[in-house]
Structures are given as C-alpha cells and as structure tokens.
C-alpha cells in the first residue's frame, strides 16, 4: 500500500519560515515525479512545486518562485518543501503528491496524495 505523509505545517509570521516534509512508504520517490499542492478556503488547488522523477528538473509556480523550495532524499524516501519568506497569501492546506509522469503533477492528476497539512501565515 502506497503512503504519503506530510507534516511540518503551523502557525507563523508573515515573512517566517516553514519545511513540509513527505515521507513515502509502499513506493521509491525517485522514481517518481514528486511536489506539493496546496488549496486555499474557496479556491481550486495548485501546483506549487514539483520535481521530475530521477535526477530530473524542479518546476515551480510563479507565485512561490524564489522563496520557495523543493528538494528530495533517496535515504529518507522523503520530499520537501522549504518555504521562505510567507505572505499571508501562502495560507493554505499543502499536499503532496506522487506520479510517474510528471504531466500529471501538472495537469493535477496524480495518482498517489498525501494528507492535507494546514500553513497558516498571520500576525
């Protein structure tokens, strides 16, 4: 059985920080393309970042371009996104989420998700 389980998300200060972590049990993440959406009360969810599977490349949104990152580890079978610099526009529930083609990361059909994890951004 397939696994995705993010954490990391809370409370903080317009331009603090946060990681998200996703550990992936029942698949190898690196064979798979990997990222993160989030979805905002009222609103569609997005793609915010994701990685090709193997070493491929890191895609990210314009609207988290340069403060936000997306990494993975093959020891820990975990991917991440570190999150700098939050508006209180970033304030939403992130997922995870996995697929072997990496157009259905961008068309927001994966195959696996993980949980929700609230990221709230406020004073």
């Known amino acids: 059985e397939v696994q995705l389980q993010a954490s990391g998300g809370g409370l903080v200060q317009p331009g603090g920080s946060l990681r998200l972590s996703c550990a992936a049990s029942g698949l190898i993440l690196a064979d798979y393309a990997r990222g993160w959406f989030r979805q905002a009360p009222g609103e569609e969810r997005e793609g915010v970042a994701c990685i090709a599977s193997g070493d491929g490349g890191t895609f990210y949104s314009d609207s988290v371009k340069g403060r936000f990152t997306v990494s993975s580890d093959k020891v820990t079978n975990t991917v991440y996104l570190q999150m700098n610099s939050l508006k209180p526009e970033d304030t939403a529930v992130y997922y995870c989420?996995?697929?072997?083609?990496?157009?259905?990361?961008?068309?927001?059909?994966?195959?696996?998700w993980g949980q929700g994890t609230q990221v709230t951004v406020s004073s």
């Open positions: 989420a996995a697929d072997l083609k990496l157009h259905s990361l961008v068309v927001a059909t994966p195959e696996y």
